[in-house]
């Protein structure tokens, strides 16, 4: 049996990928009947997408509401101080992981962007206390670098990672 050639191999992993975005709980059998693809291939391409770090993890969508929770957003803006070695580690260490967890705030997600703001930080917590302290607890962490934090509250999820929220609908009701 001839080898596929690159290009194939590559269009193969982008299907699985492109359904195995939109539920990551999808079983071999469904991505088996989505695909066209066997079961053991299918194992294979996923196993290395792991491997290669193409997949990084795995993750459940919860409504913040019904946890009682608010999600934020924390926009940074960086002076012109370059980031040095220490601080670079400290951004990629935990260590803000576990001091916002002490006062009940989760980071969901951390980007580095590009425009008017440098760092985008997606928070869980209870309420705007909370991101406040958070706030000042990063301000210190960060404090040589940061020249301004700007916190907005997410009012209304409609999406998140390529998932509609299952109340969407609802989103007439909060705007009018």
Request: net charge positive; aromatic share 10%; proline share 2%.
């Amino acid at each position: 049996m001839p080898k596929r050639s690159k290009e194939n191999i590559e269009n193969d992993t982008l299907e699985i990928i492109k359904v195995f975005q939109n539920n990551a709980r999808v079983s071999f059998n469904d991505l088996a009947d989505k695909t066209g693809f066997s079961r053991q291939k299918i194992w294979r391409i996923i196993k290395n997408l792991e491997k290669n770090k193409t997949i990084w993890g795995y993750t459940t969508i919860i409504d913040e509401n019904k946890q009682n929770l608010t999600n934020f957003i924390v926009l940074v803006k960086k002076n012109t101080t370059p980031l040095d070695e220490k601080t670079l580690d400290l951004v990629i260490s935990r260590e803000l992981d576990e001091l916002a967890k002490k006062i009940g705030v989760e980071v969901e997600s951390s980007l580095f962007v590009h425009g008017e703001y440098d760092w985008v930080l997606s928070i869980t917590a209870k309420n705007i206390k909370q991101v406040k302290k958070f706030c000042e607890v990063f301000y210190k962490l960060y404090n040589q670098h940061v020249s301004k934090l700007h916190i907005l509250e997410n009012l209304f999820t409609i999406k998140k990672q390529k998932i509609l929220n299952p109340n969407s609908k609802n989103i007439k009701k909060f705007i009018s």
